[in-house]
């Protein structure tokens, strides 16, 4: 579809049941809105309705020369202007769930609650984690002076080792329409991410789901997320980062759990 003043963004959507409320599903870094989300779309659908989109410079989303989490943040209102969407819930996973967070700041009016997972207010996290993330807005920097081909071939090297532990090939061409530089872009903007002064402060309900033992988001960093918010709403299941995918049972029964608690029942 295509967002006045900003181009064209992949959006999918589909209809829940008459008056159920909306449903925004908002994907993680390197990943794409099908990749992240295609196990939810159907049995979501049951209860509400469902809109996903490609972030910029992810998948098929809006072309960026430089990527930007609040610029995202601000495409999560304007894909609802378009669709004419007045109120709705945003669920955002991992570097989504940010975005979510952002976006809840940016339009406390329009977004009724939150749902959080595999996420935190911080990215950064402490010691050799810390380290290498404290590389990232450097190598971003850097990677602008390397020719496209050869970003590509390292962004091709890369999705191919992470592919390698028995995703689909389908999988990796979801991966591999992603631009190079906005990943090295999102990380950085993710090593300066931080909601921790003013995540308190949203007039939502915020849900979150924790996946215990996550290496990608660890516990201890999804535990500063819950410390942040006094009410919030917590749901937790043992599962890795590719968790939402590869144990979506476990995942949608945390999910259907934290819709209750912000508005979203089951029908």
């Not at 870094?29 to 099908?34: C, G, R």
């Not at 989109?53 to 304007?78: I, N, Q, W, Y």
Request: glycine share 10%; aromatic share 8%; with cysteine.
């Amino acid at each position: 579809m295509e967002l006045p003043g900003l181009g064209q963004v992949f959006v999918r959507r589909a209809d829940g049941p008459p008056g159920s409320p909306t449903v925004m599903l908002l994907h993680g870094w390197t990943v794409t809105a099908d990749l992240n989300w295609y196990p939810a779309f159907e049995p979501l659908s049951q209860r509400s309705s469902v809109v996903a989109f490609d972030h910029r410079g992810h998948g098929r989303g809006l072309p960026t020369r430089r990527f930007k989490m609040s610029e995202c943040a601000s495409d999560v209102v304007a894909v609802a202007d378009a669709l004419g969407i007045d109120r709705f819930v945003c669920v955002g996973y991992s570097m989504g769930g940010a975005i979510a967070q952002m976006a809840a700041r940016l339009a406390p009016d329009r977004i009724t609650g939150l749902v959080l997972g595999a996420t935190s207010t911080s990215f950064r996290g402490r010691g050799s984690r810390a380290a290498r993330f404290f590389l990232l807005p450097a190598a971003a920097t850097a990677a602008r002076l390397v020719p496209t081909s050869l970003r590509r071939w390292g962004w091709e090297r890369t999705v191919l080792k992470m592919i390698g532990a028995g995703f689909s090939r389908w999988a990796q061409a979801e991966m591999l329409k992603c631009n190079p530089q906005a990943m090295l872009d999102a990380g950085a903007e993710l090593f300066c991410f931080d909601s921790s002064p003013w995540i308190a402060e949203l007039p939502m309900p915020i849900a979150q789901i924790r996946t215990l033992g996550d290496s990608a988001v660890p516990d201890d960093l999804q535990q500063q997320l819950a410390d942040a918010v006094s009410d919030i709403s917590v749901y937790s299941y043992r599962g890795g980062h590719a968790s939402v995918v590869n144990d979506f049972d476990s995942f949608w029964d945390c999910l259907g759990k934290a819709l209750d608690s912000v508005g979203v029942p089951e029908i």
